[in-house]
């Protein structure tokens, strides 16, 4: 019984004593040289501070820009006056909030009929 199996070990071992490790199956290898190809494509590029800066202040001028611009667009729409009737049919309608309501109707300057369209579509 115990020469059986020391047989069988013997056997695995002169097959391992090539010097060469046995071969594993490669499974993922595929991927692996796949990640490799899309990564030799890809350049470091160095991006200099001027440029950077350039860029923050483009982005900080259209930024002041659009508030500036929103900040004159509610100024005008406090300006319109919108009657206390009219925003509470809106509410009652439309079950809406009364910020909702009032915004909807200063939009379209007091025009009931155009706000109610405004909010259903």
Request: hydrophobic content about 35%; aromatic content about 0%.
């Amino acid at each position: 019984m115990a020469a059986e199996g020391d047989v069988d070990l013997d056997l695995e071992a002169e097959e391992n004593c090539t010097g060469k490790p046995a071969e594993k199956p490669r499974k993922h290898d595929s991927g692996a040289a796949d990640l490799e190809r899309v990564t030799d494509y890809a350049e470091e590029k160095e991006i200099s501070s001027s440029d950077l800066e350039t860029a923050m202040s483009v982005i900080g001028d259209r930024r002041s820009r659009e508030q500036k611009a929103k900040q004159e667009r509610e100024k005008e729409l406090a300006k319109v006056t919108i009657k206390k009737e009219d925003v509470e049919l809106i509410m009652g309608e439309m079950e809406i909030p009364r910020g909702v309501a009032e915004r909807s109707l200063r939009e379209h300057m007091g025009n009931v009929v155009d706000a109610l369209i405004a909010l259903t579509n």
